[in-house]
């Protein structure tokens, strides 16, 4: 099996200041830790765009991963697209200091010719029509998840739902499904998106974890709990990446195997939040992955009601 | 089995405003919420204090279901507890627009003997010393729960402490939880927790659910999915109060006991939310109850991983 991963995004150098400490110039970027947490299941093929200060060594890690760079532009003379935040004491809201898109501003995604054929798609948060003019690209018939951010909720809603016209999974989190439909009820807000054409809408509800709605369906998972988040910059990325790259490696996409890419999706994004950076997700192994989903199992098993539970209140 | 559980808190004349209208003069408060959930599992020992203007129908109405008014107290010439409060169109965030004490001000629970000997407590939110107050008057050992809030966290904390020590369950939402503890991180407020006595720590989380916490397990339900809530007031103590009246009924406080009662909780809270006041939670039928089980059950449902799943990555 293992079908490989065509992911779409941006490459990036990050400053990140939590409580933990500061970092400079981490090597991040959505569809950096997108890749890095669907290379542990599957092939990935990548299309970005990089300046000349990004490290030698992060491509080469990603090249020794599986992770096909032929669709990695290297911009002469350029400089890489660069973010700053800040997270508060209590890890859920950031403060972006500096932003700066560099050689990302131009970014124009085009496909090398053997990445048309991927058949599970990643397009991370980029501009709709970016998003779009993948999507043309494409030679064959994939399974495609996007991500999206509220700016493009707000600028761009035309291209947008064009985008949602052609993609199986929508990936957002619940502040922007709300956003998108209007409705405080996540409820509704999904059958508004599914009604627009994907599958499946997987909210992603941060610490609260994140609920995966179809059309007859609705499975709800918990995050794994930490006792330290050092750093919870790409989690969502890292889970999008658990998550596409679990369908890979099965090469199914049913319900069923949704529930379990979830499941991976939320184990990558809780290795992501143990460090800064990728540093504790590229060393994930096998056993924690294990560990992690029997984790996840005792956390949301539910026993039966009892037989002599009342068949009548009084 | 089924043995009776002693409900101490507030019973409160409520006018709410929600998107979805406005009602005055709704029958409430957490003693009464909490009441009325608990009556559908097991019989009810009810302490509170009212006022002149409390309709007698509603009591009448409570004490039809199997709830003893012994220990509630109508004073002559009072008026009830009153609390006016509205909710933004995200149902997550209430402005208290008034809060008239009235009688409830010289609140002083006193038990009626044939409660003494009730086996299962739940203390919704008062004062903690009138908490530790009904402790004192206990006869036997009971497993008690206890609801409390940000102010006594803030202004009686020595106290709260006093009657963590002396509980089994501590009901609290996810804020209070980090602001008792210190820290942002609800796993180690959980812990903190714990180490002051309670087995359990059931952290409120409203619409993304309720997580149990014990020293060696822990599992986390979302709620029942609703396309409209109607008005969420009450929802935390029905849960409780649904909580509770499982435990009783079933005589049995084993981790797998509170799984059960944690789902049998979250139904009640969401027929709460369902409509103004405790109208469609008093109308609960098991088969409700039994459908909603299974949503749970169906929401949460993990798959097992692929037996060909790698033991080795790349």
Not at 14 to 43: C, M, W
Not at 54 to 72: K, N, S, W, Y
Not at 94 to 107: E, G, I
Not at 277 to 292: D, I
């Amino acid at each position: 099996m293992s079908e490989p991963v065509l992911i779409v995004g941006s490459l990036a150098l990050d400053d990140v200041e939590t409580p933990f400490g500061r970092q400079e110039n981490i090597v991040g970027g959505a569809a950096y830790y997108s890749s890095v947490a669907a290379s542990l299941f599957a092939p990935v093929n990548l299309v970005g765009v990089v300046g000349e200060d990004f490290p030698q060594e992060a491509l080469a890690m990603l090249a020794a991963r599986g992770i096909d760079l032929a669709g990695v532009e290297v911009v002469k003379g350029g400089k890489s697209f660069h973010w700053s935040g800040r997270y508060d004491t209590d890890m859920n809201t950031r403060d972006t200091l500096d932003t700066q898109l560099n050689v990302f501003a131009d970014f124009n995604p085009v496909l090398p010719e053997s990445y048309k054929h991927s058949r599970y798609v990643f397009l991370a948060n980029i501009t709709p029509a970016l998003q779009l003019s993948v999507l043309e690209q494409m030679a064959t018939d994939a399974f495609v998840a996007f991500d999206t951010m509220d700016l493009w909720i707000e600028t761009a809603r035309d291209d947008l739902v064009r985008v949602m016209e052609r993609v199986d999974l929508v990936l957002m989190n619940d502040a922007e499904v709300r956003q998108f439909a209007g409705t405080p009820n996540v409820t509704r807000a999904a059958r508004e998106i599914l009604s627009i054409g994907p599958q499946y809408v997987a909210v992603k509800m941060g610490e609260y974890g994140a609920t995966l709605i179809s059309r007859d369906a609705r499975f709800t998972l918990p995050c794994c709990p930490l006792l330290d988040v050092e750093d919870p910059t790409g989690a969502g990325d890292s889970f999008a990446g658990g998550l596409i790259g679990y369908l890979a490696w099965a090469d199914r996409h049913e319900e069923s195997d949704l529930r379990v890419a979830l499941a991976l999706g939320t184990i990558t994004a809780s290795r992501c939040c143990e460090t800064f950076g990728t540093e504790a997700l590229l060393e994930t192994t096998p056993e924690q992955v294990y560990r992690r989903y029997e984790t996840l199992q005792a956390i949301t098993c539910m026993r039966e009601l009892p037989s002599d539970f009342p068949q009548a209140f009084e």
